[in-house]
């Protein structure tokens, strides 16, 4: 069974983000209309409908909005680390990312707790994870 | 399972085959069956077939098309068919399966990445929330769990029977932290077809004919989230919304009665939180009142709100909660024997993702 864990599915809208990623920085897509981010990735602004977008880095702090543990394991990739965590992010510009809080101990997640993001490098992508301040 | 579904269904309305023109079918391929075949499989002559996407939330959807298409004469009897075995796609959440396709956004956020497999996960994510906004815990939960499992064993077609305690719970593993595999439905599947007909027409059937008297779409977008309800900020949901929201109440109006009138709710019950999420979203009680609400006995057979008294999707089985519509209409015509709620004649579908219909006698 291979170790490496599932990649994203790239698509035409999240691309750019797993491409920043790959160059350790996490941006998002800002409306150059209405100022607004947006998340999960699409093709325009969820507030003005506008085309017009920048991926724009944001700073990379968040707050922990809610978290899971599993125990079971769907993924034999994760069979190693379970059981780990995936948690819901508040980034400090609005939107929420869901992805996995590292350096972490299971019972020291709070909600609320302020968070920063990290990248882990995988052999065939990087995705950002989040940890403690 | 579909032939059984629709021989019991023509049995139970004396209605013939031939008088079934419409068809609706809620879950294809790859669980279920698509309309084509089905048509083609029953011999059936359509005027009027539709289909779905392949997942469990169009039940009110499709029961308010059907009503619309023999009101406008589209057809006269439509067949609303939901026919699923889980076993064709392995067990839910693993790789592979269509749902992961579309991450984040998708079904229930599946985020293989990150190991977020669902919809465990998604509804995991709202109970947290909601254990920390508003005090409960994972044996506050159990209730839920323990209450309908009761319920199924008095449903001889239910698939788990062996009622449960609080203990039996609070002692079954961890799936998905804050949920127990007791907080999790029966994925074996079934078959369930309702007939929706012409008022006239359903009068003159064998049985009593149970009406459709208000209809709520699905919601969508950002004030929606698998697994919660609007206003516990999951995925982007914002937490300034009133709970219940005025708007969601508007199916008491549709119905022409008031909420005080529904003798007993069937909710879409994948997981046991969603139990919650619905008498909130609904404002059977206050926000962050249902675990309390449930504590205090008001979801049981007895109580002032008996919840899915087939034992619903946790504990008869998920046929996306089609079975729960059988069981309205059996409770509705006193078919219920020991789990009869006694002088029931409004009866409500309510979901935590606003959909509603209600059912009178």
Redesign the interface.
């Known amino acids: 069974m291979s170790s490496v864990?599932?990649?994203?599915?790239i698509s035409d809208y999240n691309r750019p983000f797993y491409k920043y990623a790959g160059e350790h920085e996490l941006r998002l897509q800002k409306c150059d209309d209405c100022g607004d981010f947006w998340?999960?990735p699409?093709p325009v602004c969820?507030n003005c409908l506008s085309t017009n977008y920048t991926w724009t880095q944001v700073a990379g702090k968040g707050t922990l909005?809610?978290?899971?543990?599993?125990?079971?394991v769907?993924?034999?990739e994760?069979a190693e680390?379970a059981?780990?965590n995936?948690g819901?992010i508040?980034l400090a510009e609005g939107?929420?990312l869901?992805?996995?809080i590292v350096g972490a101990e299971a019972g020291s997640l709070e909600?609320g707790m302020q968070l920063v993001v990290t990248f882990e490098d995988r052999p065939d992508?990087v995705?950002p994870?989040f940890t403690p301040v | 399972m579909v032939v059984d579904a629709f021989r019991n269904a023509l049995d139970d309305s004396g209605l013939q085959k031939s008088d079934v023109d419409g068809i609706i079918i809620n879950i294809g391929t790859p669980l279920g069956v698509d309309y084509d075949q089905v048509a083609e499989g029953l011999g059936l002559d359509i005027l009027m077939a539709d289909e779905t996407w392949t997942h469990g939330r169009q039940l009110a959807g499709v029961l308010a098309h059907a009503a619309m298409a023999v009101d406008s004469g589209l057809a006269n009897v439509v067949a609303c068919v939901c026919a699923i075995n889980w076993a064709r796609g392995g067990?839910v959440?693993?790789?592979g399966q269509n749902q992961d396709?579309r991450?984040?956004?998708g079904a229930h956020?599946e985020?293989?990445?990150?190991?977020?497999?669902s919809p465990g996960?998604a509804f995991?994510?709202?109970t947290?929330?909601y254990f920390?906004r508003y005090g409960a815990s994972s044996e506050d939960l159990a209730r839920v769990a323990v209450t309908i499992r009761h319920h199924a064993s008095l449903n001889p077609l239910a698939v788990r029977q062996d009622e449960i305690t609080v203990a039996d719970h609070q002692a079954s593993?961890?799936?998905?932290?804050?949920?127990r595999l007791l907080d999790y439905c029966q994925t074996t599947g079934g078959g369930c077809v309702v007939l929706v007909a012409r008022a006239d027409m359903a009068r003159d059937c064998r049985k009593p004919p149970v009406f459709l008297s208000g209809f709520q779409g699905m919601r969508a977008g950002?004030r929606e989230a698998t697994g919660a309800r609007p206003g516990l900020?999951?995925?982007?949901q914002s937490l300034a919304e009133p709970v219940p929201n005025p708007r969601d109440l508007k199916i008491y109006q549709e119905a022409g009665i008031e909420q005080s009138a529904v003798d007993a709710l069937y909710t879409y019950d994948a997981m046991s939180p969603a139990v919650w999420m619905a008498l909130e979203r609904f404002g059977f009680c206050a926000e962050g009142d249902a675990w309390q609400f449930t504590n205090d006995g008001h979801i049981g057979l007895g109580g002032s709100l008996p919840v899915n008294t087939n034992g619903g999707l946790l504990s008869e089985t998920h046929v996306s909660s089609w079975n729960h519509i059988c069981e309205i209409v059996r409770q509705l015509r006193d078919e219920c024997g020991e789990r009869q709620v006694e002088n029931a004649e409004v009866i409500q579908w309510a979901t935590n993702r606003g959909d509603s219909v209600i059912f009178r006698k």
């Not at chain 1, 909005?65 to 079971?72: E, L, R």
């Not at chain 2, 985020?111 to 497999?117: E, I, N, R, V, W």
């Open positions: 864990k599932p990649s994203p599915t998340a999960p699409g969820v909005a809610s978290w899971v543990i599993f125990h079971k769907y993924y034999p994760f680390e059981p780990y995936v819901l508040e939107p929420r869901l992805t996995n909600r992508c995705v994870q | 067990t959440g693993s790789p396709t991450e984040i956004g956020f985020s293989p990445a990150y190991g977020m497999a996960g995991a994510l709202a947290r929330t920390d593993t961890l799936i998905c932290e804050p949920l950002r900020g999951i995925h982007q």
